[in-house]
């Protein structure tokens, strides 16, 4: 139904578009294809809205880039400014810029690169790396996030913004990503990984609870999952013990699978949209020996 949807708003989907599709998007169906009416792979399915019929999916041209980078690296790896992008027109906040070219950046992050070198909120980038920057519509924003993911880590990179009529240019130095992030952990028997809140990259859940931990993922099927336990619930307590970082939720989670003579389940705390609530995540099936 829409073959370049963006939602990236206030999510981390926001290194591409998406293909919208009225298509049945239920748990468990996470990574399988979406195929066209000749039988041609589209897209992998990811998401689905519950209730409102609607599911995403990721591109195929998008899928087969990250497979490449996974073969040839291992992983995916990442530059990071710290820039915050908008659209010149963005019709989901209602604001115009008065722009014909480049992108405004919406925010800088604290102690980031961008930051370092000066940038500030409501600059309009125009170039980066001598190559010019189209931002007119969210659809467009996803190019520029992956131009900015894949520029080289720790070098510099001259990028040229507009700021109060004056074209200025400025040189920034990108980390890796995740450098700044903070590291997630694998809570591997309970089928989730975790990750620490981050003011800008999650900050409804900071809103919440300035200062915690949230589940980053869930494999389906898998304990985490069965017991009702959800991405992005923040998690308050383990077995009773208070979780506010990585570091905790590690030590708890090392000293409960380590005990043979307990119980395989665990009640957790957590926090989903505001309201607590103690689930019990029953851990007795061994999903990584399946």
Known sequence: SNAQRYIGFETEYKYNT??????????????????????????INTLGVEGSGLGFSIPASMVQD???????????????????????KDFQSNTFVDSEHGVL??????????????????DILLSVADKPVEGTYAEMLPE??????????????AMEIRRNGQAVKIEITPEQKGASEGADFDCRRWN???????????PQLYYLREKGVYIQGIRYPGNADTSGLARRDILVT????????IADVKRVYERIVQ???????VVVEILRSGLRKWIVLDYRRNYEEE
């Open 238 to 245: 383990i077995d009773k013990e208070p979780v506010e970082t």
């Open 18 to 43: 998406w293909l919208q599709t009225d298509a049945a998007i239920n748990p468990g169906n996470s990574g399988g294809p979406l195929i066209d009416t000749s039988g041609a792979i589209v897209g």
């Open 192 to 202: 989730m990984t975790v990750k620490e809140i981050n003011k800008y990259l999650t």
């Open 66 to 88: 990250i497979a490449a980078r996974l073969k040839r690296d291992g992983r995916v790896i990442r530059a990071y400014t710290g820039l915050r992008l908008q659209a010149l």
């Open 259 to 265: 005990d043979e003579k307990r119980e395989k389940k």
């Open 105 to 122: 950046i919406a925010g800088v992050e604290e102690n980031s690169p961008a930051a370092r070198s000066g940038l500030r909120a409501g």
């Open 144 to 157: 520029i996030w992956r131009r900015l993911a894949d520029l080289e880590i720790d070098q510099p990179v």
